[in-house]
């Protein structure tokens, strides 16, 4: 039943809380590395207010390395930054789960020892996935799968400073490897895959969090989108309903 004075975002909401929810809708977030991707999905998360919503880092999906690629990683000498670093076809197929409404086993990631766990996490089919990474609008088959392609963006040298603080404090590197790091790969293929990312992209956010309007602009869409995928779901159970009463 509907409040006096509800507004319209509310009544959206209210509309689909009705798990299992297949048929995940899914934001992708490129950006620059340091670009604020993790802090813009955050943002979008908390003003989303729905009670299921995950955000899939793509760093979960880092391949595996020889022990040859181990020694150049912690010798900053090993390029993390193209996309062959990335397992997309574990991802693709986790999505597609995630998409169905299955529940999906997801790797963690250690950025100190350059490796995977030997535990995963679960996601359990959301309402809305929000997938951030440098190459999240890089693989035709995730665009194919994505409801909204969002390029985060930011000056390079905020990048950079916001990355040495981060990777110094959280990811146990030193200000000279990650220098070295920056200008021997990050850099060059910014400029070469993440960048070529905007062309693809249905909205460009400046400033990250700082941008009210833009998180707004996004949650509001996303409620959109959800409503209408009730709402074709209600229609679709309806017409299976008819369909077993004419047999
Ligand atoms: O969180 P962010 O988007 O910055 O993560 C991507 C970055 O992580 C890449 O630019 C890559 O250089 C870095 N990376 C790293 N060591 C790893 C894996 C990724 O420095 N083992």
């Known amino acids: 039943m509907s409040t006096a004075g509800e507004g319209t975002l509310q009544k959206m909401q209210r509309a689909h809380y009705s798990p299992p929810w297949a048929n995940t809708s899914i934001i992708g977030i490129a950006g620059s590395s340091g670009s604020g991707k993790t802090s813009l999905s955050l943002a979008i ?8 919503v995950v955000i899939l ?7 595996p390395l020889t022990p040859e690629q181990s020694q150049a990683a912690f010798r900053n000498e090993y390029d993390f930054d193209s996309p062959e670093a990335i397992d997309f076809d574990i991802l693709v197929e986790r999505l597609r789960d995630i998409k169905e409404g299955k529940k999906a086993e997801i790797p963690v990631y ?10 995963t996490t679960t996601i359990y089919s959301p309402h809305v996935l929000i997938l951030e990474g440098i190459f999240a609008l890089h693989d035709e088959r995730i665009l194919d799968m994505l409801d909204m392609k969002i390029f985060c963006e930011a000056d390079a040298d ?8 981060r990777d110094v404090r959280e990811r146990g590197r030193d200000i000279e490897g990650c220098i070295k790091q920056w200008f021997a790969f990050v850099k060059p ?3 070469k895959y993440v960048e070529p990312q905007r062309n ?3 909205i460009i956010v400046p400033r990250g969090i700082e941008n009210k309007v ?14 209408l995928k009730s709402k074709m779901h209600q229609i679709e159970l309806k017409r299976l309903g008819k369909v077993a009463e004419d047999l």
């Open 110 to 119: 250690s950025f100190e020892k350059h490796s995977r766990l030997e535990r």
């Open 158 to 165: 905020v990048c950079l400073s916001r990355r040495l603080v």
């Open 214 to 227: 833009a998180i707004s602009m996004v949650s509001d869409r996303i409620h959109k989108t959800l409503v």
């Open 200 to 202: 693809v992209a249905d």
């Open 57 to 63: 880092s793509m760093d979960s999906f880092y391949k």
């Open 189 to 191: 293929n910014f400029h």
């Open 45 to 52: 998360n908390s003003s989303l207010s729905l009670p299921w």
